[in-house]
């Protein structure tokens, strides 16, 4: 509750009868000019100013924001809600259960571990594709969900009654994000609070943070909110304000129209390729000008869930009447869209083209030169025309495929290669195949895929083989798209015009249907697209984020030992944001991100060496050829679809009892208590170490003496290689860990679904398949030299070996460090292996910011300098001095890092500390942002 009220800005804003109290941002000189992100903050702060943390400065400072400045200003941002999804939240529940014992060991009360802002679960993240292309795929993968993740499940339910303000949607509802923006995002937030002993009801703008990176979805909702690790959303659930620098905004003009064959995965594939090349890391993106009004809500939506991927911290539209029309069509009532209209009216956050705000840059583009694309093959900001994907794919297929000498070759192989018969299906209900009627043709241009590195493999039990490039998966998924009906039923229509043409997906292809809420099959039902898609292998297997995190299930045994047999590079297309290495499926080298009619697409044409302009997809029943042009739906056929088959009845009907849960849920044995009661058998929840031996005060920090090398990692290394999210290999650490526990091969779930355990966790850190630690030779996989004996092991091993022997350990990265998803587990799995600090070139906002949050120090090689051109192998003992500098109450800019080898000169030089405020130098004098919490509240 604020204390001060330093420039009257307290006020009276009536709607309708109703009174609210608001803090009018019109007492601040300045703010007319700031930019709508900025105009929050500034409520923000003015709301919570209480001379301590927020104090008038801070306010001022806001109001004269000079957007040409460098980023300068500490400010503390108290989010509105905090949200999660359950791969994320399941360890924050569980930090916060520990929490309330840690409170009590203190001597404090364990009940004020208690979220002090609204925070809410969906479970979306533990549903897998185990069963896919047929009719009862979405019952029998919900069923193994339930049998896989009963003990998490209990746990999340035992949380929802221990903790209040605290909800959890139960699986089989939807995605998170797209929950988010049809039912649990405000807009503008009303809570009742106290002002000079009176009890008033205060409106003020909806602001979160969350525990996935796509947490800027909501930002197409006028709504400021983004990614940050679990353990930074648990310090906001706990009313720790978030601190930061007062960004520099980027302005972001959108003119014209999208041209009739693109779609909105295109627009945001190109913005962000735009904002990726612009350099955009840590500031905020907003979109203004007079085509803003000419968006689309779920294409705002569309494009603000992948800021992560162009590396802002959000992408924001402001409140029009396009928001109070979407707040409309999604149930909410006309009392909150009369507030909402009102409040943004009154604090100019109501867009207006002709009051241009300032920013620090701008950029512009043009819809209607937007062009059908794609991105990959493992990186989203890799877009690539679609018109030129074929020869893309042809250029980048050596890397990959295991002769690196192929060149393409049009000769290389005889045509009666490129024969695919078809095989039978495989299961019940599948259409996901050509029936055994007719041969397979696979395309002439296939048949030439990679000259010498051709490999067609027989698939056991089928007619037909397979070869690089074919595409095994094909999924819509993900929240970036399945959210955003103008994709969603251009994709339908496409699967409806491809029945009618007589094509079919091809038999190799996994195909997949996961929609982000139960709305969309409803639309879908209405629209009569539901037995077309069915036809074409794209039954609906569940409500949440799969292919996308690297649910995908697994392929078929027989395609997948095929795939093994000679090593093929084979590629997933998904409608998803994420395409990292490793992150879809093991089975897969080469992922790509797609719109949903291009999903749809390739599974027709079932391979990536495909031309989509001049190749046929096939023929119709005449024996004609049919092109992609010829089945893909009008502009005004989508649009006439979406307007008849979508209401306002189906989202209030959908969300009407949004929590309550199925049978399934309802029926799980619930346990009691203010603190969890931990199984010691447990292998999903058990109770981590964080706070083991934790005094009232603060060791002081120490300087680094002795570290060895654990990795070497190149640029780009992601949270995904740092601390994957899918299967767990039989024969690594952590699965060694689950066998030795009495856990089947079968029902080893995934990284993700176990980061409730942190043993499990910390076998998994560095684990991914694909990554390439440096101090070994042409390896992939979680392996590292320890120097200690000189041999190759797994990492977690040699971290224990090294732990024994008492010597701290250190990451050399290059740029980009933790990109990627808001993982905590890939700064706490960090930390446990016995990390003191990473040296990188650059780092990714959020990882960063976990990093520290774990107490883990990030360092940054000087300015233009990396571990070649300073000549580090990796074999280097190091020592980083002038670390103690922090215990004074003060951040030191460099300190001096010595690194020293036998028979070399000692290399010396001073890295720049990325601690960048005074807040986070209290996290990591204090061990952790947990730990600094937690003794806040006990002195409290």
């Known amino acids: 509750m604020s204390t001060v009220n330093s420039f009257d800005a307290r006020e009276t804003l009536d709607v309708s009868g109703q009174a609210y109290e608001i803090y009018g941002i019109d007492a601040i000189e300045g703010h007319s000019t700031l930019p709508y992100s900025l105009k929050i903050l500034l409520e923000n702060l003015l709301r919570t100013e209480d001379g301590a943390n927020i104090t008038a400065d801070h306010i001022r400072a ?81 069923e193994l969900e339930y049998e896989r993740n009963r003990e998490r499940y209990q746990f999340l339910r035992w949380g929802q009654t221990a903790f209040d303000d605290f909800k959890v949607v139960p699986p089989g509802t939807g995605i998170v994000h797209q929950v ?89 594939l190109t913005i962000t390729e735009m904002l990726r090349q612009h350099g955009v890391v840590g500031k905020f993106v907003e979109f203004y000008g007079e085509g803003v009004s000419q968006v689309p809500l779920a294409n705002r939506a569309t494009i603000g869930n992948m800021s992560p991927e162009f590396g802002s911290t959000c992408a924001i539209f402001p409140i029009d009447d396009v928001t109070i029309d979407y707040l409309r069509l999604t149930g909410r009532d006309e009392e909150q869209l009369a507030l909402v209209e009102a409040y943004a009216k009154r604090q100019g956050l109501w867009h207006d083209p002709s009051s241009e705000a300032q920013y620090s840059e701008y950029l512009e583009l043009d819809l209607s030169t937007v062009v059908p694309s794609i991105a990959g093959p493992k990186r989203p900001q890799d877009r690539i025309v679609l018109t030129e994907a074929k020869q893309s794919f042809r250029e980048v297929l050596p ?119 139960q709305v969309v099959t409803g639309y879908y039902e209405k629209a009569g697209l539901t037995e077309s898609l069915n036809e074409l292998g794209f039954q609906l297997v569940g409500y949440g984020c799969t292919t996308c995190i690297g649910n995908s299930g697994p392929l078929a045994p027989e395609i997948s030992e095929a795939i093994a047999q000679n090593d093929l590079a084979v590629t997933a297309v998904l409608s998803g944001n994420r395409n990292f290495e490793g992150r879809i499926n093991p089975d897969v080298k080469m992922n790509y991100l797609a719109s949903p009619p291009l999903v749809i697409a390739y599974a027709l044409a079932g391979t990536m060496d495909f031309d989509f302009e001049n190749d046929a997809l096939g023929q119709d029943q005449d024996g004609d050829d049919v092109f992609l042009r010829d089945i893909w739906p009008t502009p005004a056929e989508v649009e006439d679809t ?47 170490p964080y706070f083991e031996g934790m005094q009232a005060q603060p060791t002081p920090v120490e300087d680094i003496a002795g570290a060895r090398v654990l ?14 999210a899918g299967s767990i290999k039989a024969d690594s650490p952590a699965g060694r860990y689950l066998r030795e526990h009495g856990v089947e091969r079968k029902d080893f779930n995934s990284y993700g679904s176990r980061r409730g355990n942190h043993e499990v966790m910390i076998r998994g850190t560095f684990a991914n398949i694909r990554i390439r630690n440096q101090l070994l030779d042409g390896v992939e996989g979680g392996y590292t030299k320890n120097f200690l004996t000189g041999e190759q092991e797994f990492i977690y091993d040699a971290a ?22 808001s993982r905590d587990w890939a700064a706490k799995g960090t930390k446990l292996l016995g990390v003191k600090a990473v040296i990188a070139e650059s780092y990714e906002r959020i990882h960063r910011s976990n990093l520290i949050g774990m107490g883990v120090l990030p360092l940054q090689y000087p300015a233009g300098q990396n571990a070649e051109s300073l000549g580090l192998t990796g074999e280097e003992t190091f020592s980083v001095e002038g670390v103690t500098a922090l215990n004074e109450g003060t951040t030191p800019k ?47």
Request: charged share 20%.
């Open 399 to 517: 890397a990959y495929a295991a002769d690196e000498d192929a060149v393409a070759d049009d000769a290389a192989i005889p045509a009666e290669e490129g024969s695919f018969p078809a095989s039978d299906p495989a299961a019940p209900d599948s259409d996901n195949s050509s029936g055994g009627e007719a041969p397979v043709e696979m395309p002439a241009a296939t048949r030439a895929v990679v000259g010498r590195a051709s490999k067609p493999t027989p698939v056991a039990g089928a007619d037909y083989t397979i070869d690089h490039g074919i595409v095994s998966i094909a999924s819509i998924t993900s929240c970036t798209n399945t959210s955003n009906p103008s994709v969603m039923m251009a994709a339908g229509l496409l699967a409806k015009n491809a029945v009618a043409k007589g094509l079919k997906a091809k038999p190799w292809v996994k195909t997949s249907l996961a929609p982000g809420s």
């Open 711 to 724: 990795a070497k990692l190149g640029d780009s290394t992601t949270t995904d290689h740092i601390s994957p």
């Open 800 to 821: 224990q070996a090294y732990a024994a022997q008492d010597i701290p350990l250190v990451v050399l990265a290059g740029k980009e460090y933790g990109t990627g998803s």
């Open 62 to 142: 806001l109001g004269s924001w000079d957007p040409a400045a460098e980023p300068s200003t500490e400010i503390q941002f108290t989010p509105a809600r905090v949200i999660m999804q359950d791969f994320t939240g399941v360890p924050c529940v569980v930090d916060l259960a520990t929490m309330r014992e840690a409170v009590a060991e203190l001597g404090g009360d364990p009940s004020a571990i208690n979220p002090l802002a609204p925070a809410e679960m969906v479970i979306d993240h533990s549903v897998m594709i185990d069963v896919a292309g047929r009719l009862d795929a979405l019952e029998r993968n919900m």
């Open 180 to 268: 988010n923006i049809e039912y649990l995002a405000r807009t503008v937030m009303t809570r009742e609070a106290e002002t000079d002993g009176t009890t008033v009801l205060r409106a003020y703008p909806d602001s979160c943070v969350g525990t996935d990176s796509h947490t800027t979805m909501v930002n197409g909702l006028g709504v400021l909110g983004w990614g940050v690790g679990g353990i930074e959303a648990e310090a906001a659930m706990l009313g720790q304000p978030v601190s930061m620098l007062i960004p520099r905004v980027v302005g972001f003009k959108l003119t014209g129209e999208i041209p009739a064959a693109a779609t909105a995965t295109d627009v945001v």
């Open 642 to 688: 979406i307007g008849r088959s979508i209401s306002q009845e189906m989202f209030k009907a959908d969300y009407a009892d949004v929590f309550r849960g199925d049978e399934r849920w309802q029926g799980l044995d619930t346990p009691e208590g203010a603190t969890f009661a931990w199984d010691e058998e447990s292998t999903y929840v058990r109770k981590p």
């Open 894 to 940: 460099t300190v001096r890092v010595t690194a020293e080898r036998e028979g070399a000169e000692p290399i010396v030089f001073d890295a720049v500390v990325r601690i960048d405020t005074p807040g986070e130098a209290d996290y990591f004098r204090h061990g952790g942002i947990l730990q600094y919490v937690l003794r806040s509240l006990v002195k409290s």
